[in-house]
């Protein structure tokens, strides 16, 4: 990366060097190369730390940079697109669910997510937490929550807790007949034991999906997924859909 | 908000006075309230500045909080579902659609939409630019590249530019059977021009969506849409969806 001094132009100077930065991505680094320190690439670009500082944010959001603590700022592999809308008739641990159920409790759910299952407010749900990994990394961790009436059938004795539990209250709801689910996206920040699950620092940016499981004219679940947001790019779509190469980011810039 | 000094808690502290905080917006702020300053802020919970605009930016990042330049930082209104994946069938700009089609131009587009479209490297699509608009605030900015192969019987003389050639390059599409569509979702950064149409800095976390439109086994066309990740929850499915009343952050919480 040689010096190149910026020119005066009318969008924030530190826009305009994420979009040089960006280019020089492109066409000088590789996946997992350690970008040169903050004070080597100030110099190089004729800038102010403040103002490479906010370009390198500006690229990490993008997933184009990742900071890790002890190894600097690295170059980011393209993002990890993440099946979240496909098999609207699928309940979460059918066959091809890549979800790892861990645990399963019985707990009084937060007060939104009793209003959406119309429990009573103090009545236990089963709280069924599982997390998804793509190359042995975690990508996502859910919480899962099923009214005691979705799974009237359960019994207590043969999985008493465990991953042998949260697999019992799955195959419970698998005997009703899905039909149909809605989903929610939105930009949050990582609660401390999911950003553990995720190997983040708690309040790192995620994509929060809510998705509503109905059956028998009713929402029979309600599963609340943490997705890393530096790492992921949530698909949805019925036809299947052929990855698009590239982040939306790298085609629109 | 009384005196409230945090106890010593085993997760980060600015990660549990974000918890504090939020708590006491829901049950002593009303949307649209101004928040006490800083040093107020964190004088009241015994924390340092530091620690408190680590917080304050946890609660920006999940919506709860907005911060607007000359007036301070304010109580957030509950994020907008916006509906982007419903309507699985329909073309931009069938009837029930609130995009606004704001500009047409003939360009290049970037190389991975021209690898996502087949269309050659350096091949001219159409390029509609819109904006979706909900209680008369701007929320997204989309641009819909369409291969000029898409729309044959497009006249250039009937609607030379502006928003009416954009309507024409939209009813162009609707004469072809769409097969299907499918999205990704992820977070990014919005570009100068994306920002000021939707009144952000530049920079300022967005969540973008890219939707191919299939049709004639192929890909018809391709939207890159740029939503405000502030303010918008994005809602799937098939089923309709009645509207979660809180975000995932607070049911989680």
Chains 1, 2 share one sequence.
Request: proline share 6%; aromatic share 4%.
């Amino acid at each position: 990366m040689g010096t190149t001094q910026l020119e005066t132009v009318p969008e924030p100077k530190y826009w305009h060097l994420r979009t040089v930065l960006s280019e020089a991505l492109d066409s000088e680094f590789t996946v997992g190369e350690i970008l040169p320190n903050e004070r080597d690439l100030a110099a190089r670009f004729g800038v102010a730390r403040a103002t490479l500082r906010q370009a390198l944010e500006q690229l990490e959001l993008e997933g184009r940079l990742q900071r890790r603590r002890g190894v600097g700022t690295t170059v980011a592999p393209p993002r990890v697109g993440v099946a979240v809308g496909t098999g609207q008739h699928a309940w979460p641990g059918m066959q091809g669910d890549d979800r790892q159920p861990v645990d399963c409790t019985l707990a009084t759910p937060p007060a939104a997510v009793a209003a959406a299952l119309e429990t009573a407010r103090d009545e236990a749900v089963h709280i069924v937490r599982s997390t998804r990994t793509t190359h042995g990394q975690a990508i996502a961790a859910e919480l899962l929550y099923v009214p005691q009436a979705s799974v009237p059938d359960l019994s207590a004795i043969d999985a008493p807790s465990g991953p042998a539990r949260a697999r019992a209250v799955l195959r419970g709801l698998q005997r009703l007949e899905l039909e149909g689910r809605d989903s929610a996206v939105e930009l949050g920040s990582a609660r401390a034991d999911d950003a553990k699950e995720l190997d983040r620092l708690p309040g790192a940016p995620v994509l929060v999906v809510t998705t509503r499981f109905l059956a028998a004219g009713r929402t029979a679940a309600l599963s609340v997924a943490t997705y890393r947001a530096d790492t992921c790019r949530l698909t949805f779509g019925a036809s299947g859909g052929v990855e698009i190469q590239d982040g939306p980011q790298r085609q629109a810039s």
